[in-house]
């Protein structure tokens, strides 16, 4: 669990860096930046002193790849690079303030080391702050710390929270693209002085952003469509253009032939990715590459299609073709903008109809039709996902195992999910029961009880006297007191019903009225 520089004095038995998330190291943000909090865990075998709690969120961009260009002399190769920091977060001691401040500029090289918990570290003695054992929460106050003070904790397990709210520019992981990433990295360190190495430990993370089930693009439908006058028309649709990475959507294609002979060859989708990079000098290298492919060559049951005749069009054809969206980060990135050019990412999808013309067996003058659909990918913690397997090295290095691929997210309940998520639909209700005049079925009925159900209360309590349901008659449960009865100031037992209109006592020195 550490990454932990060899010292003289015993080291911590555990350390942990715990995260509030969809999983342990993903966090999933509201379109408009959300709050990122987890607790920092520890436990120290012995009373150790230490100058302070540092914890450092950090994103690195990085980008790499050759460069193939011509020349009058013959082609020429070159290294494209660049690195840097795209965002930073840093908590200066968590013993004395659990919110973190976001560096105002970020984009310097990742190789120089944040002065701020050096600038704590440095500062000469204040005194020494006694911590109880085993904290849980801030245990000083920033107002009441010293300035370059010592805190003394004794032996114990220690749990000191962390929060910051992210904005909504704030970049998204991307770990998928050949050229290029950005990366994140979560740095704890136990500084114990400016000449002793400190406890350090690095966690990987990533970050994304969701859409609410509100936005737009979910109900905003993509087609195109185009004519041919006397000859052909066709029709294509998808029915959102917000997709969650490892769901599935279809492609409804109609066709409407003016002229007879068309048959229908093949239809093929296919998931285009476009990225762009930027260099130091504001260079722009853009390429996109086919991310996932899907195709019909056969079309048994569509109507107006006669697959005996080589899928002879002699009405109006209408059909889906369903399309899966990648399910790992490896195959697909999701759209994002990093930082202000340095990482874009875009797709679409494009459509291949081919239609022939001519007889059966023959190859026939053939007519190709090309569209695209612009879509937008989105993370989605409903929908199961695959990152790659990163890992993080004691010097703050990301290594990435090739073909290794982990999940994202763990199965929740639907009561755990946020409140930018999608409510569970009515199917999934567990208090709503089915009247059907029967109340013996009330009480009794046929379903297996349900956990999620509120428990029947004990005999002891209020509740508990009133008589079970099975005993009760429509009439029972029908009648309605007088006015007086509801305000002669008589309480009635819980386990008492209304009275009947025909148990009602006209009132004294009157008749009742109706």
Same mark, same amino acid.
């Given at each position: ?50 100058k302070a709690v540092y914890l450092r969120l950090v994103g690195r961009f990085k ?56 600038a704590v570290v440095g500062r000469r003695s204040g005194g020494v702050v006694q &911590? ?44 998928? &693209? ?53 000859? &052909? ?37 296919? &998931? ?120 993080v090295d004691n010097a703050g290095r990301f290594h990435i195992r090739p073909g ?111």
């Amino acid at each position: 669990m550490l990454s932990l520089v060899k010292t003289g004095s015993k080291e911590p038995i555990y350390c942990d860096i715990r995260v509030r998330g969809a999983s342990r190291d993903t966090v999933v943000l509201p379109a408009e930046g959300g709050e990122l909090g987890g607790e920092l865990v520890f436990s120290l075998p012995e009373a150790t002193a230490l100058k302070a709690v540092y914890l450092r969120l950090v994103g690195r961009f990085k980008m790499g790849f050759l460069q193939i260009g011509p020349q009058s002399s013959g082609r020429v190769v070159g290294m494209v690079k660049k690195e840097q920091v795209a965002f930073e977060c840093v908590w200066e001691n968590l013993l004395t303030e659990s919110e973190g401040q976001i560096a105002a500029a970020p984009g310097r090289r990742p190789g120089a080391v944040a002065r701020t918990c050096r600038a704590v570290v440095g500062r000469r003695s204040g005194g020494v702050v006694q &911590l109880p054992a085993g904290v849980t929460g801030t245990p000083v106050a920033r107002e009441q710390a010293p300035a370059g003070c010592t805190f003394v904790l004794p032996a114990g397990n220690y749990e000191l929270p962390f929060h910051v709210v992210l904005p909504a520019d704030a970049p998204e992981t991307v770990e998928g &693209l050949q050229s290029g990433s950005l990366l994140y990295a979560l740095e704890s360190r136990l500084e114990r002085g400016a000449l002793r190495t400190p406890y350090a430990r690095y966690q990987y993370l990533r970050i994304f952003r969701t859409l609410p089930v509100d936005s737009p693009a979910h109900h905003e439908e993509m087609y195109v469509t185009k004519a041919w006058p006397g000859r &052909l028309q066709y029709e294509l649709v998808v029915s959102s253009r917000a997709i969650a990475v490892g769901a599935q959507t279809a492609l409804q294609l109609s066709l409407f032939p003016f002229q007879k002979g068309y048959r229908l060859a093949s239809f093929t989708a296919s &998931l285009i990715q476009y990225y762009a990079f930027t260099d130091d000098t504001g260079h722009v290298y853009e390429d996109e590459a086919v991310a996932h492919r899907t195709e019909m060559v056969h079309f048994p049951d569509v109507a107006g299609c006669d697959p005996a005749h080589g899928n002879l069009l002699v009405d109006t054809v209408r059909l889906q073709l369903p399309f899966s969206i990648p399910p790992d980060l490896k195959r697909i990135t999701q759209d994002c903008d990093v930082g202000a050019s340095l990482i874009r990412v875009r797709h679409k999808l494009l459509a291949h109809i081919v239609l022939l013309r001519g007889p059966p067996d023959a190859p026939g003058k053939k007519t190709e039709i090309k569209a695209s659909i612009p879509v937008m990918l989105y993370i989605s913690p409903l929908v199961p996902v695959q990152g790659r397997t990163v890992l993080v090295d004691n010097a703050g290095r990301f290594h990435i195992r090739p073909g290794v691929l982990t999940d994202l997210f763990r199965t929740r309940s639907a009561d755990s999910l946020p409140s930018w998520d999608a409510p569970p639909s009515y199917e999934s209700r567990v208090h709503d029961r089915l009247y059907d005049g029967d109340v013996g079925s009330l009480a009794s009925g046929s379903a297996p009880p349900d956990p999620a159900a509120p428990r029947p209360p004990p005999r002891d309590s209020p509740l508990g006297l009133l008589p079970p349901l099975h005993s009760l008659s429509l009439d029972d449960l029908s009648r309605v007191p007088t006015y007086q009865q509801q305000h002669d100031g008589r309480s009635l037992p819980l386990h008492h019903l209304s009275p009947a209109y025909a148990a009602t006592a006209p009132p004294a020195g009157g008749n009742s009225r109706t």
